[in-house]
């Protein structure tokens, strides 16, 4: 099987894994208990706050994002969330609220739309909650959500706390969990920062965990008050996927060799902004509409006759590869994930072929 070019795969995720973090993989194996485990998660610590935009620690899990998304809903809700559903993760989101036995108030707008902080303010005045759940970047439909706004919003109402998906937004655009006063941000490894699958990260506020530690059930593998006490000693909760901390490592180097997180969504936005002046030259249209854009994830729509398939299809029998649409959008729109370690100058290579297909 022949490994495909660096830099030709855009799907919104997993993303490409620069050949430098894959080669990390290869070292040998440490013990989880040994104080070469404590040494790597002490190093990386500082980076991951740098990353996170956070002062309280940034807890690692092997796991998939969905597995911190458990963990804000077991640690988070007291009785019942009001759940913002603009698409398939939010949706998610939502399910998961009622998988563990809490009550699910939803507020859904419809796909590539998003939800406004003035919306939000209504429902909470209609609805007695405990917590909302959202997410910043929803990437079935392209669509970037004001998170900051929305949280400034929940603050206005007592004891609810903000559970925030951030999973193709953080590393990618900026998130705030100290600015924005977000009480639980989680991610996974595989989106905007390009590492395999197997990896969340997660930054809970002090109130998330004094919340945490009044709630019985809220299990043993995501409980935030174990994971909160094990990171602050440098120790995993459990077994660790020792490959993809290596990973971890690496990659959170070479994010400071560019310049910081700072400049990560700098070529963020280069990229998002291309795609926007490409498609307004091509009359190519956007899900969401300008200003509600994700930066990471560009889901634009086909004219009527066109396949997402055979478009897909079409880049991926010359080497490059990119997202049909989620869901309901599967044939009707396609999905660029230009995010991780893609540069606008390889997405200007994809743009020339797409175009081509789309003509």
Not at 49 to 62: E, F, K, N
Not at 165 to 173: I, K, R, W
Not at 246 to 271: C, F, N, V
Not at 305 to 318: D, F, P, R, T
């Amino acid at each position: 099987m022949t490994t495909p070019a660096f830099g030709r795969f855009f799907l919104p995720g997993p993303t490409d894994v620069h050949p430098e973090v894959l080669a990390a993989m290869q070292r040998p194996m440490i013990g989880h208990r040994s104080s070469a485990m404590e040494a790597l998660l002490q190093g990386v610590a500082p980076r991951l706050a740098a990353l996170c935009r956070a002062s309280r620690p940034v807890l690692v899990g092997t796991t998939s994002a969905t597995g911190f998304m458990e963990l804000a809903v077991r640690n988070g809700i007291r009785r019942r969330a009001l759940s913002l559903v603009n698409g398939a993760f939010s949706e998610r989101f939502a399910k998961l609220v009622r998988a563990a036995g809490k009550e699910c108030v939803r507020l859904d707008v419809p796909l590539g739309c998003a939800v406004e902080p003035d919306m939000l303010r209504d429902a909470l005045r209609r609805t007695p909650v405990d917590a909302v759940t959202v997410v910043h970047s929803e990437t079935s439909t392209g669509v970037l959500q004001d998170v900051a706004g929305l949280a400034a919003v929940a603050r206005e109402f007592d004891d609810v706390l903000v559970l925030v998906d951030a999973v193709t937004s953080l590393a990618g655009s900026p998130v705030e969990p100290d600015a924005w006063g977000l009480d639980f941000a989680f991610t996974g490894s595989q989106k905007a920062l390009a590492l395999p699958p197997g990896l969340a990260l997660g930054v809970a506020s002090q109130r998330m965990l004094e919340r945490a530690k009044t709630l019985p059930d809220r299990g043993l593998y995501f409980d935030l008050v174990a994971f909160e006490e094990a990171t602050r000693k440098f120790q995993p909760t459990n077994t660790p996927a020792v490959s993809l901390l290596y990973a971890l490592e690496t990659q959170l180097a070479r994010i400071e060799r560019e310049g910081g997180i700072e400049a990560r969504w700098r070529r963020h936005d280069a990229m998002r902004q291309r795609v926007e002046t490409w498609s307004e030259e091509r009359g190519v249209a956007f899900l969401p509409r300008e200003g509600r854009r994700s930066w990471t994830v560009s889901c634009l729509k086909l004219r009527e006759g066109q396949s997402a398939k055979a478009v897909v299809s079409g880049l991926k029998e010359e080497g490059w590869t990119i997202g049909s649409g989620y869901g309901a959008l599967k044939d009707s729109t396609i999905r660029i994930g230009h995010m991780g370690d893609h540069t606008v100058g390889t997405l200007e290579q994809l743009l020339a072929l797409l175009g081509g297909l789309l003509s």
